[in-house]
C-alpha cells in the first residue's frame, strides 16, 4: 500500500502524459458510424462510463484500438473497440462502416501494464480476506470489470471498497462466475452479488437491456456479472451511504438475508479490508442491525428497505 501511495504522483503524470498524447495523434483513420445513438465509453467495456453519446451515423477519427468486451451488431461479432481521440473514449469496432472485427492499419492503444492506482489488485484482496480467496485466476480474471464496476458505481474511499468487497467475498469469494453451490432455483443466487430471484433478475435486465429472465446465466458472466453487482449496490438499494456511516449492519440487510451469525462474519471481514485499507480500524463501526431490518429484506422494493433502514438511523 505505502509503495503504491508513494507511486501516485508519477502515475498521475504519466496518465497527463498519455492523454495529450492521445489527444494529438500522429495519425488517424476515419471511419463512419452505424448507430444513430452510439455510446462513447471511457474504456473497452460494456460496464465502463458513458463519456458521451453520438448521435449518427457521424464521421468518426480513430487512433487506436484496443481489445474488450465482445458486442455483436446484426452477423458480426467483436472484442476490438475503436478510441475516439476528439470524444475522449471507445466504441465498439460493430458499430463502425466496415466488415472488420478489427480495424486493419490501426495500432493498438498502448496499455500501461500497472493498473490505475485506486484500482484493487489480486494482491489486495488476498491481504485483506487471506483464504477467502479460493480462485486467484478466476478473481484475477474478473478484476478489471470489477473495477470499472467500483468506479462507476462511486465506491472510492476506504469504507466503500471495504464494505463492497466484504460483502462479495462472502456472496461470491470475489469469482464472477460462480453459481450459489446446491441452488436449482431458476432465478438462484449467481455472479459476484449472487443475484436471487425474479424480482432482481428482471429489473436488472430491463436497466441492461438483456433478458435476464430468458436467460439467467448471463449474470455470471464476465461482461455482466460486475455491472450487476454495481446496479444492486446502487440501484436496488442505495449502500454506499450506509458504508460512510460504517454500518455493516445495515449493509448486511440490504443485501437481503436474514440476521445471524453471518451478519458478525461480514462485519469481521470488514474490519479486515478496513485495517488493510487504512492502516487500522476506526471506531464507530455498527455490525448489527436495527429490529426492523433483522428479518429478510431481499423482496423488499428499495423505496420499502430506505423507510425501514431509516428507522433508529442518523442518515436522516
Sequence with gaps: MLERVLSSALASAAVAAGSLLAAAPAHAATYQTTASALNVRSDAYLSAAVVKVLSGPASVEVDCQKSGDSVTAGSRTTTWWAHLP???????????????????????????????????????????????????????????????????????????????????????????????????????????????????????????????????????????????????????????????????????????YPAGAEDQRRCDSFKNALRYLTGSVPSGIICTRPAALRGDTSKLTRSQFAALAKQGSGLG
Excluded at 464496476?149 to 464472477?176: C, G, W
Excluded at 455472479?191 to 425474479?198: A, C, E, F, K
Aim: proline share 7%.
Design 86 to 256: 476528439a470524444h475522449g473514449g471507445y466504441v465498439t469496432v460493430a458499430y463502425l462502416n466496415t466488415t472488420e472485427t478489427k480495424l486493419s492499419g490501426v495500432p493498438e492503444c498502448v496499455v500501461d501494464p500497472e493498473p490505475p492506482m485506486d484500482d484493487v489488485t489480486l494482491a489486495d484482496v488476498q491481504a485483506m480476506f487471506g483464504s477467502r480467496i479460493a480462485n486467484p485466476s478466476i478473481v484475477q480474471t474478473g478484476l478489471p470489470s470489477l473495477n470499472q464496476a467500483m468506479r462507476d458505481a462511486q465506491i472510492n474511499t476506504p469504507y466503500r471498497k471495504a464494505a463492497f468487497l466484504a460483502t462479495l467475498v462472502h456472496e461470491s469469494r470475489l469469482e464472477y462466475n460462480i453459481r450459489e453451490i446446491g441452488d436449482t432455483r431458476p432465478y438462484g443466487g449467481r455472479g459476484y452479488i449472487q443475484l436471487t430471484g425474479d424480482f432482481n433478475y428482471g429489473p436488472a435486465g430491463r436497466y441492461f437491456g438483456i433478458d435476464l429472465l430468458g436467460n439467467p446465466d448471463l449474470a455470471l458472466s464476465l461482461q455482466w456479472s460486475a455491472p450487476i453487482a454495481r446496479w444492486y449496490w446502487t440501484v436496488a438499494r442505495t449502500i454506499n451511504p450506509y458504508a460512510d456511516n460504517l454500518d455493516m449492519g445495515r449493509v448486511n440487510a440490504a443485501i437481503g
